[in-house]
């Protein structure tokens, strides 16, 4: 799969599985979390179904944006493939390690900060989550980042409930589109850092965004559910909750147009909304 190209007076993003996505608009292009690898650090969870996505033929001008150290949001080598010398934005404690592994253009935020890059401003916001890797827990920082510019969009990474988090980011920013995480909140500990469709659900309103993407669900599975579930409780619960229209689900390398005017009715999406549902569970293909 080769990189998509937005149309004129539109943002396009595309889903390339787990928390991987392209935002991209009149040739500039922001890549979170790319991890393509068949496993999570060689030896872990085995990936669903094997990334079609090529990232060594993005064009044009390309931010990659970091959330945490996680394997399955920080792959060295799927950061090699994109390039060595594209530009690189971390949390707190990352820099160190990227430099020493070739990556030359390596930017560090913290919560709040903005860098500008082309026509996006790119600002680091606060999550609930931990960072780190094993046995160096909490050695480096965690986040999501809001994208504002031609569209204004909040990515969360990994995070998990946190209303004064989420208000937070409203209080700043008017976000036509949230990326949320859906399916990574089922045993405690674990469920203080991630969400679930139902926390999704109530973090979307309490940012007031327009439109919502879920991420985390089916590429490298990590729950009691089989595949296909989280989206599908996401589809139903946001028609029962009045969302239906506002929630997309998309396949993987599908894409969505969001238009740049500020607006929330897009010219149209590759993928289901929460109006789409029916009651058999979809496979997520």
């Not at 889903?15 to 991209?24: P, T, V």
């Not at 560090?108 to 609930?128: I, M, N, Q």
Request: net charge positive; glycine share 10%.
């Amino acid at each position: 799969m080769s990189p998509a190209t937005a149309g004129p007076g539109s943002t396009r993003i595309t889903f390339l599985g787990h928390a991987s996505f392209l935002f991209e608009a009149g040739g500039e292009t922001l890549l979170t979390d790319p991890v393509f690898s068949d496993r999570i650090a060689h030896l872990f969870t085995k990936r669903s179904r094997p990334s079609r996505f090529r990232p060594e033929e993005i064009p044009g001008e390309l931010t990659v944006l970091i959330s945490h150290g996680h394997h399955d949001h920080l792959d060295y080598r799927s950061l090699g493939r994109v390039g060595r010398r594209r530009q690189l934005v971390v949390p707190w404690g990352l820099a160190p390690m990227a430099r020493l592994r070739g990556f030359t253009n390596v930017l560090t935020l913290r919560p709040w900060e903005s860098a500008d890059f082309g026509r996006w401003r790119v600002t680091a916001v606060p999550s609930r989550h931990f960072g780190g890797r094993l046995p160096f827990l909490y050695t480096s920082g965690y986040q999501g980042y809001v994208l504002s510019g031609p569209s204004c969009i909040y990515f969360a990474g990994d995070t998990g409930f946190d209303a004064e988090i989420f208000r937070a980011i409203r209080a700043r920013f008017v976000i036509d589109l949230a990326v949320l995480p859906i399916d990574g909140a089922f045993f405690p500990p674990y469920r203080r850092n991630h969400m679930n469709v139902e926390d999704a659900l109530a973090a979307f309103r309490e940012l007031g965004a327009g439109r919502m993407l879920p991420m985390h669900f089916d590429t490298y599975p990590a729950s009691m559910w089989s595949e296909g579930h989280a989206g599908h409780r996401l589809l139903v619960e946001a028609a029962r909750s009045g969302l239906a229209g506002r929630v997309t689900l998309l396949d993987e390398s599908a894409s969505l147009d969001l238009p740049t005017s500020g607006t929330t009715d897009g010219p149209g999406t590759i993928g289901r909304s929460a109006a789409d549902s029916v009651a058999p569970a979809p496979r997520i293909r």
